[in-house]
């Protein structure tokens, strides 16, 4: 009697199946015309290229000359950084029918130019002949760019973690294979993918059997040194799209890229909501240029840990490069020079992006934006919104307004990227940037938490919702809460134990002002609500005093040490204490 393998079955297969629907061409490895030694499908390449770039006439031997220039790379990081840059931008080369240098393109931006293959169970191996066999192998015109190595779902003995295990394993034996390859995929029930790094051997990478839990953590571990293998999920409700060809290879062109922090070297893969923001992004400008949407502002509410500044980054890069915007200036605004300064640095890191300048005073950035008859520069700035001080331009302000030509002001192809948008973006200054000077620039603002402004004291200005999305019909271009962190296990949940000297009179008086509250609020037209809010305030100060009471906060402390001392501290945790005031805490 046969037995049934479930890895195929379940996971596997599953795969494959998908594939299928998607375009690839799902095949057996054994099939391949390859040796094993030889990652490419040279045959299916050399074809490759001939049908991509059409106007470029190339004879065999430059198509050789061309394959052999991958071939002759390593798997260390500079010659893995170059692979993917002939991936994203092509080889430089001097064909003789031409005479010039031409860019030779592997993969064509147009996902009907390619071909897509998935093998399955395909073995390769090292020059000293130990083998390695691959359960899919995904390959764009003949290169292999993804590995999928999948597990028996209903086996409790292994998870996604020991094909992720699996994979850095293979890196070490065959990295010959792995300086193509851009993706891994482990995959049991979930699709767990994160970038291929074949010169970085870490902890994670040897015989050592872990669970999932003790993976993900150590990636978490590795972030201290800036050489953490960053794993993540797509979206959960299509898990497999991110094998669809035109997600595939967008994520390859516009999203990997290779990470230098602190010496050591990465590379970066986009989690799915950097990716489904920056797609958004580039949408609405898109849309905007095309004259199918006259908006040209959103509200990236992403949760705090969620990766912004590489999101703004990811954003940059594409916008810079979008031929409808017809070369941008793109600034990125912050409000503290640490986050400036880290922020430039952050971007910076990321190799194969356009050069990113700061702007370092009020002068320099009347000279920015003077240039060129008043239409300005075009590159990537980061400025401080402080640096919009209307008293200081007001001179720049008037020539812009006198201007007959396209200036700063009436361009469209200007990009605001803002930074912690909730703070100082509903003030003057912002007002000098985005309604006076830059008035016909796209803004899109990021922050985590969102200032819905204070209804009850009549304060409807400091709202990042109306400044910048369309409410009610939008009150965000892309949303990732705090819930939405947790569940992923970005964000550890908080919990707390109440600690209560006089529990009885507590309870007592919460209780009381609860009730107070549903008969205060029963039947109140919203008209009112916000004002009666206000009058609560007031009203409820006995509540606060109380908190603050000497007595009150001693008989707190005691407890809280005897309780630290007691169970907290020899489980090796911290404390973080709440007050109800500075008043209280001090």
Not at 457 to 468: H, Q, V, Y
């Amino acid at each position: 009697m046969t037995m049934t393998n479930y890895e195929d079955v379940l996971s596997k297969n599953k795969i494959l199946d998908e594939l299928k629907t998607q375009g690839w061409n799902c095949v057996a490895g054994k099939t391949l015309d390859r040796a094993k030694t030889e990652p490419l499908l040279r045959a299916e390449l050399q074809t490759a290229i001939v049908r991509v770039n059409p106007e470029i006439p190339l004879a065999e031997t430059e198509l050789s000359t061309l394959i052999e220039e991958l071939r002759r790379k390593t798997s260390s990081a500079n010659d893995c950084a170059e692979i993917l840059r002939y991936f994203r931008k092509g080889i430089p080369f001097k064909p003789k029918s031409k005479g010039n240098l031409e860019t030779i393109q592997l993969i064509s931006p147009d996902p009907k130019e390619n071909t897509y293959t998935a093998a399955y169970e395909v073995t390769s191996s090292n020059s000293r002949g130990e083998r390695i066999r691959s359960d899919i192998l995904l390959y764009i015109n003949g290169i292999p760019v993804a590995d999928i190595e999948c597990k028996d779902p209903s086996n409790l003995q292994v998870s996604w973690a020991d094909a992720y295990q699996q994979i850095k394993r293979y890196q070490k034996t065959v990295p010959e294979l792995y300086k193509y390859v851009q993706i891994g995929v482990a995959a049991d029930v979930r699709i767990k993918y994160f970038p291929t790094t074949p010169w970085l051997l870490t902890k994670t990478g040897n015989n050592t059997e872990y669970t999932a839990e003790h993976t993900l953590k150590h990636s978490r571990e590795e972030d201290k040194t800036n050489t953490a293998i960053k794993i993540a999920e797509w979206d959960e409700e299509k898990p497999l799209e991110i094998f669809t060809p035109s997600v595939f290879l967008n994520i390859i062109k516009n999203y990997t890229f290779t990470r230098i922090t602190k010496g050591n070297d990465s590379k970066i893969l986009p989690r799915f909501i950097q990716y489904r923001a920056v797609e958004k992004i580039v949408r609405r400008v898109k849309e905007n240029l095309a004259g199918n949407d006259p908006k040209n502002k959103g509200l990236i509410w992403h949760w705090q840990g969620s990766g912004k500044t590489l999101t703004m980054t990811y954003a940059a890069y594409q916008l810079f490069n979008l031929p409808e915007l017809e070369k941008p200036t793109i600034f990125f605004v912050s409000d503290r020079d640490d986050l400036q300064t880290q922020l430039k640095s952050d971007y910076e890191s990321v190799k194969g992006l356009p050069a990113v300048n700061k702007v370092t005073s009020i002068k320099h950035l009347t000279e920015i934006l003077s240039a060129d008859n008043l239409k300005g520069r075009r590159e990537i700035l980061t400025v401080l919104v402080q640096k919009f001080r209307p008293e200081k331009l007001h001179k720049l302000e008037e020539q812009l307004k006198a201007s007959e030509t396209e200036t700063v002001s009436t361009r469209k192809n200007i990009i605001l990227l803002i930074d912690e948008a909730h703070r100082t973006q509903e003030g003057i200054l912002s007002g000098e940037m985005r309604n006076s000077l830059l008035k016909n620039a796209f803004a899109f603002a990021f922050t985590g938490t969102p200032n819905t402004g204070d209804a009850a004291a009549g304060d409807k200005t400091k709202n990042t919702f109306t400044e910048f999305s369309y409410p009610p019909d939008e009150e965000y271009l892309d949303k990732y809460d705090m819930e939405s962190s947790i569940s992923d296990k970005f964000t550890l949940p908080l919990t707390y134990r109440p600690c209560l000297t006089d529990a009885k009179s507590i309870e007592m008086y919460d209780e009381a002002v609860r009730e107070y509250l549903n008969q205060y609020f029963d039947d109140v037209d919203d008209a009112v609500k916000a004002i009666k809010e206000e009058s609560i305030k007031k009203q409820l100060r006995a509540y606060k005093l109380f908190l603050e009471n000497p007595s009150h906060i001693q008989k707190v402390s005691e407890k809280i040490a005897a309780h630290y001392k007691k169970i907290v501290e020899p489980a090796g945790f911290k404390a973080l204490l709440i007050c109800a005031s500075r008043k209280a805490c001090v």
